[in-house]
Each structure stands twice: as C-alpha cells, then as structure tokens.
C-alpha cells in the first residue's frame, strides 16, 4: 500500500487546515489508518485513529479540536484540524495498518506509512 499525504502549510493560531492521505495499491489489506506527527527535536506521537467502520479515536491534545474522517470511495483519509495551536507544528504523517497472508497462508502485519507533511502554527 503506498500513500500520499497533503494539505500542510503555514497557518496562524485559531486557524484550519485539512490533510490528505490517499491510499493506493492492495487497499483491501487495511485494517485502520491513522496520523501520527513529530514535532522537532521530539518523538513522533499518534494523533488519532480511524477504523475501517469509520470509528475513531484522539490524543487527548486534540480532542475536540481535530477531527478523521474518510471517503472509501476515493481511498482517501481526512484529518479535519481546526482552533490551532503553536504547538501543533509538526510534520504530519499518515499511515495504514496492514493484513495480509503468505502464500503458505500465514498471517502478516505491516504498517505502511505517507511521506510526511509539515504544518506550520504561528502565534
């Protein structure tokens, strides 16, 4: 599965920005996708989650102010920021976990991660 991540820039606080993650190659392997962002000098840390059900699930930091949705139909996962924070600058990832079977019909779990994209919150 590979996937493209968009949608970053340079936002004021308080201001909105909506990323992208569209998945491509053997979509049926997903079994929930998610965000994860890494701030400089810090670890990357999960943002929220979403099933394949559409049910999701938040880091405290961003309850309420961030939101995940998706369009099965054009592959594609959306992370709805909004009330923007300082410190929410970050690179933003997605990333897809992953189930498949071996020919010799052995489960494997993987997961499959978007190339980044920076978000920028200036006070």
């Known amino acids: 599965v590979q996937l493209q991540a968009s949608g970053g820039g340079l936002v004021q606080a308080g201001g909105s920005l909506r990323l992208s993650c569209v998945a491509s190659?053997?979509?049926?392997?997903?079994?929930?996708m998610g965000w994860y962002r890494q701030a400089p000098g810090k670890q990357r840390e999960l943002v929220g989650t979403i099933t394949n059900s559409g049910s999701s699930n938040y880091v405290d930091s961003v309850k309420g102010r961030f939101a995940i949705s998706r369009d099965n139909a054009k592959n594609t996962v959306y992370l709805q920021m909004n009330s923007l924070k300082p410190e929410d600058t970050a690179v933003y990832y997605c990333a897809a976990d992953l189930l498949y079977y071996t020919d010799r019909d052995e489960p494997v779990v993987e997961r499959s991660w978007g190339q980044g994209t920076q978000v920028t919150v200036s006070s």
């Open positions: 190659g053997n979509i049926k392997s997903i079994t929930g």
